[in-house]
């Protein structure tokens, strides 16, 4: 029986913790952190990357190819 390797898109959010005294340079200081890679770990502490959450579900699924 062939296997599809079947791919998909998911929404997922995103979070971090920063300490700013105003809204604003709370968006500013965010806009300059990059993606965890890695949340589990912890090697991408919560207060210099954004973490994120996987609570989408796949979405315009497709097949990208087949073995045999």
Partial sequence: MPIFKVN???TVS???EVEAETEEE???L???RGLA???IDG???VDESWHYEADGS??????DGQTE
């Fill in 8 to 10: 998909a898109k998911v």
């Fill in 14 to 16: 995103c979070f971090t």
């Fill in 26 to 28: 709370a968006i500013e």
């Fill in 30 to 32: 965010a806009s300059e």
């Fill in 37 to 39: 890679e890695c949340h």
């Fill in 43 to 45: 090697s991408f502490p």
């Fill in 58 to 63: 796949p979405y315009d699924l497709r097949v």
